[in-house]
T-cell receptor, first 117, second 114 residues
Framework: AQKITQTQPGMFVQEKEAVTLDCTYD???????LFWYKQPSSGEMIFLIY??????QNATEGRYSLNFQKARKSANLVISASQLGDSAMYFC??????????????FGAGTRLAVHP | DGGITQSPKYLFRKEGQNVTLSCEQN?????MYWYRQDPGQGLRLIYY???????QKGDIAEGYSVSREKKESFPLTVTSAQKNPTAFYLC?????????????FGDGTRLSIL
């Protein structure tokens, strides 16, 4: 069974609008972490935002926020005021448990975001 | 500046040949990782290392080998046993301590078969 599901292969948004990228996850571990990464066409993976399973508040980092709904097992990324430079692949990833400091990540298939002027 | 350096950026392999991808980090991170990315897909873990002289297989280790002789370096060898090596390879590192430590990635190596 897929641990991380990103149901939107592609999304487009108008510049300056907000966009939500969906991510659902599956785990029975009470302790886990959720990460979002951005991959521009050049290939590098850029860390955007983190949400821990015990965090009471939704994570925010500048224009990025995470809509964390624990009961629904969803961790959607919201990008506000989209910019042309936001066009990229976006990956949701999960770390399960905490085993001696090792952070094994499981990645979703990604969503390609295109920002139109 | 601190970061992760992968080399080469592009690599071509002939049939039956082993090739080695370099990954160096100066972030003083304990843990290092190798991922494979196929077109239109997410990342899959090949090998990881939590500490020098120790490493474990990830989800798709067959046909690959690694070493971790120095904290800064985690080279990946794609052996001739890997029948479908064409992919984008990403190296990452993390502090290894704490649930919220993100993995930091290099710029990747694109490997193709000649």
């Amino acid at each position: 069974a897929q641990k991380i599901t990103q149901t939107q292969p592609g999304m487009f948004v108008q510049e300056k609008e907000a966009v939500t990228l969906d991510c659902t996850y599956d785990t029975s571990d009470p302790s886990y972490g959720l990460f979002w990464y951005k991959q521009p066409s050049s290939g590098e993976m850029i860390f955007l935002i983190y949400q821990g399973s015990y965090d009471q508040q939704n994570a925010t980092e500048g224009r990025y926020s995470l809509n964390f709904q624990k009961a629904r097992k969803s961790a959607n990324l919201v990008i506000s005021a989209s910019q042309l430079g936001d066009s990229a692949m976006y990956f949701c990833a999960m770390r399960e448990g905490f085993s001696g400091g090792y952070n094994k990540l499981i990645f979703g298939a990604g969503t390609r975001l295109a920002v139109h002027p | 500046d601190g970061g992760i350096t992968q080399s080469p950026k592009y690599l071509f392999r002939k049939e039956g040949q082993n090739v080695t991808l370099s990954c160096e980090q100066n972030l003083n991170h304990d843990a290092m990782y190798w991922y494979r990315q196929d077109p239109g897909q997410g990342l899959r873990l090949i090998y990881y290392s939590q500490i020098v002289n120790d490493f474990q297989k990830g989800d798709i280790a067959e046909g690959y080998s690694v070493s971790r002789e120095k904290k800064e370096s985690f080279p990946l060898t794609v052996t001739s046993a890997q029948k479908n090596p064409t992919a984008f390879y990403l190296c990452a590192s993390s502090r290894g301590q704490g649930n919220n430590q993100p993995q930091h990635f290099g710029d990747g190596t694109r490997l193709s078969i000649l």
